[in-house]
């Protein structure tokens, strides 16, 4: 199964803490471009599986496979170097800078040391590109606000935008609409809607019907194990998946 014409493969990703299994044996393929969902109800093991493949805990068994490459049980800055940045259900902004020092930061985590010349030179070409991020994400004309002082919708905005500007092949997305208004869901939805056209998306979210609007691809956690996986309809039509917790 392993090849490097998906940007995301697990094969048989097992986690245990004791003798508990979170994980056991998951078999996973993202296509490229893509938004897949994992859905489960609580418990499921979809946590475990974005700190596995993002670094936060090593796996007891099975690989993880990025473009091809394995990266099983590789600390989490290396994992981010190759291409897989995340969000987080508790937002993870800097509050106390602007939007666009927040952006700024993220693009030159991705540029090299270098001389002092070329550092001048790579300013004018980061807050380019931050700018560019910041009008992406719907904050065009809130550069310089404190990340603070926005709304609760506007603050997951930031920070997929910083996820943005480290310039990853895999972006993870976990619960990005908890905690929003309808208003805010809406505008969310339409942002990752927007990206992910040109970007492969995993996201782990709740609600079924931001679910369901977004992913192509579905997978379903039930016990630490793969339940069901399919298109959207399959799922939903899927009678397992139904009584475990859809309700459909």
């Known amino acids: 199964m392993s090849d490097s014409t998906h940007p995301l493969i697990t094969e048989k990703l097992t986690m245990h803490f004791g003798g508990l299994a979170a994980l056991e044996d998951i078999d996973l393929v993202v296509e490229r471009d893509t938004t897949h969902a994992i859905i489960?109800?609580?418990?499921?093991?979809?946590?475990?599986?974005?700190?596995?493949?993002?670094?936060?805990?090593?796996?007891?068994?099975?690989?993880?496979?990025?473009?091809?490459?394995?990266?099983?049980?590789?600390?989490?800055?290396?994992?981010?170097?190759?291409?897989?940045?995340?969000?987080?259900?508790?937002?993870?902004?800097?509050?106390?800078?602007?939007?666009?020092?927040?952006i700024r930061v993220a693009v030159q985590s991705r540029q090299p040391t270098s001389s002092f010349l070329r550092h001048h030179r790579a300013d004018a070409a980061t807050l380019e590109g931050a700018a560019g991020i910041i009008e992406t994400i719907?904050?065009?004309?809130?550069?310089?606000?404190?990340?603070?002082?926005?709304?609760?919708?506007?603050?997951?905005?930031?920070?997929i935008g910083i996820a943005l500007a480290t310039e990853p092949?895999?972006?993870?997305?976990?619960?990005?609409?908890?905690?929003?208004?309808?208003?805010?869901?809406?505008?969310?939805?339409?942002?990752?809607?927007?990206?992910?056209?040109?970007?492969?998306?995993?996201?782990v979210e709740h609600d079924m019907h931001v679910v369901m609007s977004l992913a192509q691809r579905i997978t379903v956690l039930d016990?630490?194990?793969?339940?069901?996986?399919?298109?959207?309809?399959?799922i939903q039509a899927n009678p397992q998946v139904q009584e475990a917790y859809l309700k459909m």
């Open 40 to 102: 489960g109800p609580n418990g499921a093991g979809k946590s475990t599986f974005f700190n596995c493949l993002t670094g936060l805990l090593r796996p007891t068994g099975g690989r993880i496979l990025l473009e091809g490459r394995d990266i099983t049980g590789l600390p989490p800055e290396r994992i981010s170097q190759l291409g897989v940045a995340r969000s987080y259900q508790i937002t993870n902004i800097f509050p106390g800078s602007t939007c666009l020092e927040n």
């Open 223 to 234: 016990y630490g194990q793969v339940l069901a996986q399919g298109t959207p309809a399959e």
């Open 169 to 203: 092949t895999l972006l993870c997305l976990d619960e990005p609409t908890a905690g929003m208004s309808a208003s805010e869901t809406r505008d969310i939805v339409e942002l990752i809607r927007r990206i992910g056209a040109s970007l492969t998306i995993l996201v």
């Open 138 to 159: 719907g904050l065009g004309g809130k550069e310089d606000l404190m990340a603070s002082s926005l709304s609760h919708g506007q603050q997951r905005n930031l920070e």
